[in-house]
């Protein structure tokens, strides 16, 4: 009996011994090592990256400096990388966006500037980071680097800017010429205002809301 005892013992010494020698369970955890940012309504912000003429690369990101939340973006362009202040908040509305409008030397981004009925372009010099040209989104013409735009702070007029040249011309409506045809008698036809073409002289306009109807009209250029 004794000896029976002496056994299950030296039995269960044993399997003990195993199990303790069994290796231990390896969780692999991944760490992430970017921060989240996170807009008012909760919703994760993310970085946009473009890939812009003459070898430019642009990145727009979120970050935190000196406890501010702000936006930035990057310009890259061989050994040449700066960043820049783009916008101090987070809010949505306010933040502007690339929409592939991209010219030679220049680029611009987008927003509707704070929630309004309007959308705004801001345009940047590639090579110095600087904003040189604001206001209403009207029509970009890539093909001849020319930018149809509403001027806030010139009374609402409407102006052809020359990217190249920075040459600003007025765009007087043609009311007479608008009166007479039923699709731009709507208030928001100079809205629909494109560039349909260029010469060396003058810019011609058009109205999208009018196609398949061609209701246009030219403009000198200023020099």
Known sequence: MKNKILIILLLC????????HKPAEV???KKSTDTIFLNEQGDTIKTQTAYLKNNYKLIIFPAIDKNEEV??????NGKKDNTYLLVDTFIENYRPYY????????FALHSNGGGTSNFYF?????????????????????KNELILYTDEDDEYNLFIYDVNTKIKTLINLPYELMDKQKCTKYNNSPKTLYIRRVTNEYYYLAFEICKPLLVEFKVKKSK
């Open 27 to 29: 969780r692999k955890i």
């Open 99 to 106: 929409e592939g409008v991209d010219f030679k030397n220049y």
């Open 71 to 76: 936006i930035n973006f990057r310009l890259i």
């Open 13 to 20: 010494f044993i399997s003990c011994k195993m199990d303790n």
């Open 122 to 142: 801001w345009l940047y010099d590639k090579e110095t980071g600087n904003e040189v040209l604001n206001g209403i989104t009207g029509d970009f013409d890539l």
